[in-house]
């Protein structure tokens, strides 16, 4: 149980180009989840947190009009990555938490390049 | 506050010593510890988790690890270490409470020499 799906595993885009990272829960519903980010050589930085229904809360330093976060339903979030560069290439990774739910669970990851 | 401390950023063993990957931690709360590892270009994978019931965690691939509360520790072990072991291993704290955050230690990266 607590199948957190994250897709695409992988993908290549252009410079000035949006890309939509999904992550879904398969088994549970995600009341929270949440997105990290991974830079070379560093431990996961938390990006944001998105409660189904309302906005999304972005940690100090994240451009939100960039990184747009939507949490439709109780098993899907959205990361859309917004007129990419070259700086945003990384390791993206969601996790999602059942209401009042101790324990998050990860997706797999997406590595992004932008070209 | 709430922190996490991975002691060594590197460690590297010999295939079929031991492994001990250290991790301290601080909270005001009763806390929920998590391991998970990450294997190159790849998602994290959980390989155990203590929330407050045996303090000794059995978890996946022969990893366990032992909740020590006086010391604040939270140390993984391994009795041989696998070629394939090698990967960058996390220490996590979850804070609980209506936001259940995590936070993540820096990492520890494990080598295993042949």
């Known amino acids: 149980g607590a199948v957190v799906s994250q897709h695409p595993s992988w993908v290549i885009c252009k410079s000035g180009t949006s890309v939509k990272i999904e992550c879904r829960s398969l088994?549970?519903?995600?009341?929270?989840m949440f997105w990290y980010r991974q830079f070379p050589k560093q431990s996961l930085m938390l990006m944001a947190t998105?409660?189904?229904?309302?906005?999304?809360?972005?940690e100090q330093g994240v451009e939100k009009d960039k990184f747009l976060i939507n949490h439709a339903s109780l098993t899907l979030s959205t990361l859309t990555v917004t007129s990419a560069h070259p700086e945003d290439s990384s390791f993206y990774i969601c996790?999602?938490?059942?209401?009042?739910?101790?324990?998050?669970?990860f997706g797999q990851g997406t590595r992004l390049t932008v070209v | 506050a709430q922190s996490v401390t991975q002691l060594d950023s590197h460690v590297s063993v010999s295939e079929g010593t031991p492994v001990l990957l250290r991790c301290n931690y601080s909270?005001?709360?009763?806390?929920?510890l998590f391991w998970y590892v990450q294997h190159p270009n790849k998602g994290l994978q959980l390989l155990l988790k203590?929330?407050?019931?045996?303090?000794l965690v059995k978890g996946i691939n022969g990893f366990e690890a032992e909740f020590k509360k006086s010391e604040t520790s939270f140390h993984l072990t391994k009795p041989s270490a696998h070629m394939s072991d090698a990967a960058e291993y996390f220490c996590?704290?979850?804070?609980?409470?209506?936001?259940?955050?995590?936070?993540f230690g820096k990492g520890t990266k494990l080598s295993v020499k042949p």
């Open positions: 203590y929330t407050s019931a045996a303090t």
């Open positions: 998105s409660n189904e229904g309302s906005k999304a809360t972005y």
């Open positions: 909270s005001s709360y009763s806390p929920s």
């Open positions: 996790s999602a938490r059942e209401h009042r739910g101790r324990l998050a669970f």
């Open positions: 996590v704290v979850s804070i609980g409470g209506s936001q259940g955050n995590l936070i």
């Open positions: 088994d549970f519903q995600a009341t929270t």
